[in-house]
């Protein structure tokens, strides 16, 4: 069981939107300004996508955006495109250490 | 460029030992810590720990202290992963990924390595 909960799955057609939910606690999510996306296509490694909960790194689309809530964090993709699916993991860096969300599966139908 | 290359898969037999590498390029290596994660075959990620190769400061995920040792040789720029007597949970891919001094985000990742521990 993974310390943060995210669904397992979500689906959209192009040109949609679609957000991913990311729930912990007030010991990590709820508490920390440090909460980041990770985009994972089938075979590659994790790239970073947002950071600091609603910054983007340079290159990443302006198509994808964070937010947060209490103990949930969002990650919302708009204008859905086919290169899109992927898997998303959140992550939040308490000062203990970093944890990860199960990872959710994004279906472009 | 910012590069993490880390080392090719490995098949091991288990209880055997094995040292993995991830060697960074395009920055300062002693000034960015250098972390572990797994991902076991369609799975999520782990986070196993961590070194800062300018001191060599290391901390571990509770999950995984004792269990590997994690270390760097800054002279050429490589951080390794390494195993004593490895185990058939131990398959996995290991990634390695940079994070900032004051920054608590992984901002470049190694393409991984898998590891299959089989007898």
């Known amino acids: 069981q993974s310390a943060l909960t995210q669904p397992a799955s979500v689906s959209g057609s192009p040109g949609q939107s679609i957000t991913i939910s990311c729930t912990g606690t007030?010991?990590?999510?709820?508490?920390?300004?440090?909460v980041s996306w990770y985009q994972q296509h089938p075979g590659k490694a994790p790239k970073l996508i947002i950071y600091?909960?609603?910054n983007r790194p340079s290159g990443v689309s302006n198509r994808f955006s964070g937010s947060k809530s209490g103990n949930t964090a969002s990650l919302t993709i708009s204008g859905l495109q086919a290169e899109d699916e992927a898997d998303y993991y959140c992550?939040?860096?308490?000062?203990?250490?970093?944890?990860f969300g199960g990872g959710t599966k994004l279906c472009v139908l | 460029e910012v590069q993490l290359v880390q080392s090719g898969p490995e098949v091991k037999k288990p209880g055997e030992s094995l040292k993995i590498s991830c060697k960074a390029s395009?920055?300062?290596?002693?000034?960015?810590?250098i972390a572990w994660v797994r991902q076991v075959p369609g799975k999520g990620l782990e986070w196993m720990g961590i070194?800062?190769?300018?001191?060599?400061?290391?901390r571990y995920s509770p999950s995984f202290q004792g269990q590997v040792t994690i270390s760097a040789d800054k002279s050429i720029s490589t951080a390794y992963l390494q195993w004593s007597s490895l185990k058939a949970s131990d398959t996995a891919m290991y990634y390695c990924?940079?994070?900032?001094?004051?920054?608590?985000?992984?901002?470049?990742w190694g393409q991984g390595t898998l590891v299959t521990v089989s007898s």
């Open positions: 070194i800062y190769p300018g001191d060599s400061d290391t």
């Open positions: 007030s010991s990590d999510v709820g508490g920390s300004n440090y």
């Open positions: 990924a940079r994070r900032g001094t004051g920054m608590r985000r992984f901002d470049s």
């Open positions: 395009g920055y300062s290596f002693t000034t960015y810590w």
């Open positions: 992550s939040s860096y308490p000062p203990s250490r970093p944890l």
């Open positions: 600091d909960v609603s």
